[in-house]
């Protein structure tokens, strides 16, 4: 990720090919090493050679790292990313805790120092030393910087500072819709959603609604989430909420109520997906991957043929599993869970009171009363590394208690415990649930993490109390859950990741999920091997629905093993090859993919069953048009033919008009303006957008009561475009609609080739005159005189050697050339 730096350009003089050479060696320093490392050493003749001082190979011999120096970054803290940053790193390439740093981070800034810089801004403070558990992750590959810190570290938003932006009015659209249509011997299959969000910002204020509409072969539903507005109360550093919600409580989360709730700020200090936890699995074809949790759908999404990985979900809340369906075209499906223990250590409580009051909120044809609900809880920090919390849920007949602790011993292991009791007097029948889980970097490169869940058949949820149970559905409660997992990142060795999950249920039935994963690259050639099992059959009455009775729903053992090898072609260009197993079915396949540029992604490829002897064929392509996403695949088999598609972004209306993004828009956003200049590119912390052709675009997400900079990219202006300031930064209060306007300055440059009567050139070094025989230039030579700055028509007068002058008259014309650096034109010098 390249630093954005205001571009100054001029007239196309010649240049030194070896300077040039020299500035582009000088940045991509680490890249440029690498390519010339020989053996376990370095070429140092050919460091040499391009002018590079030959000490940098001990610098990079033991491991890519960053320059020493400030470098521009991508900053990315607990799973949420920040966007960009300027970061410190010293002579070992670590990173420096500078205050701007620690701003960005929305993090507390010790006061112990390890390092003076030579301005306060540049010191390095020891937050490392005040705050041992934190995890930094280094990825220069990537231009990142990943933090896992503790929620002591994070700072509390300034509420009585006041200097964060509020208010403003503006209504948001989000949309998701994908969908494919099939067709082979057996019968066309069709199948279209479409996740749309609409609201809107006004006074601080925050009302959404989110819904999913779903077409599967003919049968349609609609599947409401929320409806709810939302504000930050910051006498008591909370946030409100009132409508159709989904209960957040650390302890009694997921519970979907119609009332009210309050909770602490950093609850939702966040945006929508920033977390830690993570879905992977391996698809056998193109596929559709749906996420559920507390029964509704929270993502929905197409991954090609393939592992695959989701992160950065959008949780309803940290203590509820997550299902997991992947189905292809064919409509086959394989199911499984992640529990929530498995992720509830990436996201602790915030410390503060919850409290939620409402009726409950019945799903789709699910039966049953609607009791009214009332639950609160605490949570309390116990010295710097721990927490502890416990809370009360009650109804007419059913009453539940919970409590919680947190806690980082040894500076490096992290536990996180929670046991829950319930009572359903309607059925005079108690029981408990108690989970635990364990995660800690082993040493620099390797982390662990273990997680077990346990539960009485007589436990209750509060959404099960009315229902008449059977015997059945006893049995198909888990009785309990386990989780394990490792990676290990080895300089020579390669990645390995490992996740285990068993879930035993009271009918004596089990389940077990194993994804295991190496990756090593041998130069430029990438090798990966992926397994993926699943034994056992459908997991619980509560996942049937999600499991259904379609193929693949009940599998004894389902393996599968997948070897891809991946080799540059140059440029964006790689070639993939694979082999892939999965119970008597051997396939093998080679494909092409290639970056075009930002806007245009491809990959084609062929497929072929080896027992079968049956070939298949594919083609994706995703595009970005500046102001949305779309892909769209088409692939053919012996069985038929499918098509698939996808599109997702947002849209702002605002006092400005409508403007478009390719990305959805957040709690907290914006508009930046870049006078009304089409087409520029402007980074915000989202990524990069582009104005429209009222030269706005849409700011979709900016974190709250910290700073974030918004900044244009200069090249991408018109070249007779300049602007007073490139860079802006600014901090959002929650629920705020900002605007930020770039001023914009248009000078016309003019090369103007004059003569004087005669048809000669006027000479070298005549002086040129403006009004009140102001001097603005020089003739050079060949009798071309450049002018910075022509808005409207002029008559210049020209100085002779001769102590003679005459009169230039300047027409600039009415439609200027902005692309053009500066634009040419003839005129004649007659005498005055």
């Known amino acids: 990720m390249m630093p954005l730096n205001n571009h100054v350009e001029a ?84 990173l420096c805790f500078t205050p701007g740093l620690l701003e960005k981070a ?52 300034q509420w009585e500072a ?49 819904q999913f509409y779903v077409s599967d072969n003919g049968k349609t539903r609609t599947e409401h989430l929320h409806a709810y507005a939302q504000r930050d109360i910051a006498a008591l550093h909370s946030t409100f909420q009132a409508g159709q919600l989904s209960s957040n409580n650390p302890l009694f989360g997921g519970i979907q109520l119609s009332g009210l709730q309050f909770f602490p700020d950093g609850q939702s200090r966040a945006p929508a997906g920033s977390n830690n936890a ?94 009214v609900i009332a639950m609160g809880s605490g949570t309390w920090g116990l010295g710097r590394d721990s927490s502890a919390g416990f809370g009360l849920l009650s109804t007419d007949d059913y009453w539940a208690a919970g409590g919680s602790l947190s806690s980082v011993f040894f500076q490096r292991v992290s536990v996180n415990a929670r046991h829950n009791l319930s009572r359903d007097s309607h059925k005079a029948v108690s029981g408990s649930r108690s989970s635990l889980s364990v995660s800690s970097p082993v040493v620099a490169n390797i982390d662990v993490n273990f997680s077990a869940t346990t539960q009485t058949r007589g436990y209750r949820e509060v959404t099960e109390v009315g229902h008449s149970l059977r ?16 990676s290990w990142n080895d300089a020579i060795l390669g990645i390995f990741s490992l996740n285990y999950t068993r879930s035993a249920q009271f009918g004596g039935q089990t389940t077990e999920h194993v994804f295991a994963s190496w990756n090593k690259a041998f130069g430029r050639v990438d090798v990966a091997f992926i397994a993926d099992s699943q034994v056992g059959g459908k997991r619980a009455r509560r996942d049937a629905s999600l499991a259904g009775s379609g193929p693949g729903s009940s599998l004894d053992n389902d393996l599968s093993l997948r070897l891809q090898v991946s080799v540059p072609l140059g440029g964006d260009r790689r070639v993939s090859s694979f082999t892939s197993r999965r119970g008597d079915q051997f396939t093998a396949g080679t494909a092409l993919s290639e ?43 012996p069985l038929g033919t499918s098509y698939t598609g996808q599109l997702q972004g ?32 402007v980074q915000t912390p989202q990524g990069p957008v582009w104005t429209d052709f009222s030269g706005q675009a849409v700011i979709a997400g900016l974190p709250a009561y910290t700073n974030s900079r918004v900044e244009v990219q200069t090249q991408s202006l018109p070249r007779q475009v300049d602007l007073k300031n490139g860079t802006q930064v600014l901090a959002a209060g929650r629920g705020s609609f900002n605007t930020v306007d770039f001023d914009v300055v248009k000078v016309r440059r ?28 020089s003739v050079v030579g060949e009798g071309m005189i450049f002018l910075n700055d022509v808005t409207e028509s002029q008559s210049l007068r020209v100085l002779l050697p001769d102590s003679s002058t005459c009169q230039l008259n300047i027409d600039p014309g009415t439609k200027p050339d902005n692309d053009k650096f500066y634009e040419a034109a003839s005129a004649v010098c007659r005498g005055g």
């Open 471 to 486: 015997t059945d559905d006893l049995d198909s409660y888990f009785k309990h859950q386990y989780t394990a997992g490792m």
């Open 750 to 777: 003019m090369l103007v080739t004059a003569n004087d009567q005669h048809g000669r050139p006027l000479p070298q070094g005549a002086s040129v005159l403006g009004k009140g025989n102001r001097f603005l230039t």
């Open 11 to 94: 007239p196309a003089w010649p240049c030194k090919p070896r300077l040039l050479i020299g500035f582009a060696a000088l940045w991509s320093l680490p890249g440029l090493v690498a390519a010339l490392e020989i053996g376990e050493g370095f070429d140092l003749a050919a460091l040499t050679t391009h002018g590079i001082d030959p000490k940098v190979s001990d610098y990079f011999r033991s491991a890519a790292r960053f320059r020493e120096g400030v470098q521009v970054v991508g900053l990315r803290v607990n799973g949420n990313p920040l966007g960009l940053v300027d970061a410190r790193f010293d002579a070992q390439g670590e």
């Open 595 to 637: 970056r075009v540029n930002e806007y245009v992604n491809y990959e084609v490829g062929v497929e072929r069953d080896i027992r079968a002897r049956e070939q298949s064929v594919r083609g994706q392509v995703d595009l970005l048009p500046r102001y949305t996403r779309v892909g769209l695949g088409v692939s053919r088999d």
């Open 278 to 371: 993570v879905v992977e699995g391996l698809a056998q074809s193109q596929s559709r991957v749906e996420v559920r949790q507390s029964g509704v759908l929270i993502h929905s999404t197409l991954v090609p043929e393939g592992p695959f990985r989701l992160s950065g979900l959008p949780l309803l809340n940290g203590t509820s599993d997550l299902e997991v369906s992947v189905i292809d075209v064919r409509g086959a499906k394989r199911s499984f869970v992640v529990p929530a223990a498995s992720f509830a250590g990436a996201a602790p409580a915030a410390p503060g009171y919850y409290f939620s009051l409402g009726e409950l909120r019945r799903t789709a044809g699910e039966e049953g009363p609607s009791p």
């Open 162 to 210: 006041g200097s964060f932006s509020r208010g403003g009015a503006a209504a948001l659209f989000n949309y998701d819709v994908l969908g494919y249509d099939s067709h082979s011997r057996s019968g066309p299959t069709r199948f279209v959603s479409a996740y749309t969000e609409a609201g809107f910002n006004l006074q601080d204020w925050i009302v959404r609604s989110r």
């Open 106 to 157: 929305g993090l507390v800034k010790p006061r112990g120092i390890l390092l003076e810089g030579v301005t306060p801004d540049q010191a390095c403070h020891d937050f490392l030393g005040q705050f041992p558990a934190t995890m930094v992750r280094l990825r220069p590959g990537s231009d990142e910087v990943v933090l896992v810190v503790p929620t002591q570290a994070l700072r509390e938003p």
């Open 650 to 681: 947002g849209a702002v209306a605002h006092e400005g008009g409508l403007t478009f993004s390719p990305y959805t828009v957040q709690d907290t956003f914006g508009v930046v303006s870049v006078g009304d200049i089409g087409s520029a590119k």
